[in-house]
């Protein structure tokens, strides 16, 4: 179970890292002698995912490919962060049944 939170989070910090690039690459789009950063996601090794920011790519439009990214990164977010809601609930239920489990040994 640590596992799966643990890889959550990771998804969770790669994502809002992710964004907080993208945030600084509108702000400063035009900027004189500004260039544009990305988010390059690496697997770690135990599971999960860590990003490290790296200039981007001359090629495309980058107005777009940052909408398109936020977009992609809110995603993520979502789908790490109910990960994280879906694990506590069956740990939850899990705790649940362990205390029913106990208050039936203690009856016997």
Excluded: H, I, W
């Excluded at 135990?46 to 920011?53: E, P």
């Excluded at 740990?91 to 208050?103: K, V, W």
């Amino acid at each position: 179970m640590n596992a799966l939170f643990s890889m959550a989070a990771s998804g969770l910090q790669t994502a809002a890292r992710s964004l907080q690039v993208v945030a600084n690459n509108v702000a400063n789009m035009g900027t004189d002698g500004f260039g544009r950063s990305a988010l390059q996601r690496e697997a770690q090794p135990g599971g999960g995912v860590y990003g490290r920011v790296v200039p981007a790519s001359a090629r495309g439009d980058g107005l777009a490919d940052d909408a398109l990214q936020a977009m992609s990164d809110r995603l993520v977010y979502e789908a790490n962060a109910r990960v994280m809601k879906a694990g506590d609930s069956l740990l939850g239920t899990l705790f649940d049944a362990f205390a029913c489990a106990a208050r039936r040994r203690a009856r016997a």
